[in-house]
């Protein structure tokens, strides 16, 4: 016995299909359920409903491979606009280039590019953001998706 197919994939996919169904089919359902409810979180998610929206992700491992359905999904509309590893967080407001970050973590030993050479070698445009900064920046969704304490007092 080796484990389930899909094991590795499993985890992110799930939070892929999580977020999409409550941002596109839920959204759509329950629209009007939505509108009658006075709280915050029915504002907010009427608020994002059919806009692009900003996503970041913590962690581009495994779970953090929510990245590759996300970025491509035409369900929502929306752009990935930073993501982090253990080491460094990229960012582009106009969206990072998914296909050429997985190019470089898949020959780098899962490691993001942590330098402007690298990035440039890579062809990617992005800036380099200290790990933590991730969480503070101006996104409309927040992926957790990295290892566990990785949220903590000292850097919220």
Excluded at 37 to 60: E, H, M, S, V, W
Excluded at 105 to 130: F, R
Aim: hydrophobic share 40%; proline share 1%.
């Amino acid at each position: 016995m080796v484990g389930s197919l899909g094991r590795k994939e499993a985890t992110g996919k799930g939070v892929y299909f999580t977020f999409r169904y409550m941002m596109n089919d839920f959204m759509k359902d329950q629209y009007k359920w939505l509108k009658e409810r006075n709280n915050i979180f029915a504002k907010t998610a009427l608020a994002n409903y059919d806009k692009p929206l900003r996503i970041a992700i913590q962690g581009f491992g495994n779970v953090g491979s929510v990245a590759l359905e996300a970025h491509k999904c035409n369900h929502i509309n929306n752009k990935l606009v930073a993501v982090s590893d253990r080491n460094i967080t990229l960012y582009n407001s106009y969206g990072l280039d998914i296909s050429s970050l997985v190019k470089f973590v898949n020959e780098h030993n899962k490691d993001l590019p942590i330098s402007e050479a690298q990035l440039k070698d890579a062809e990617i445009k992005a800036e380099l953001l200290h790990r933590d900064e991730l969480l503070s920046l101006d996104v409309d969704v927040l992926f957790l998706a990295a290892m566990g304490r990785q949220v903590h007092k000292d850097n919220m």
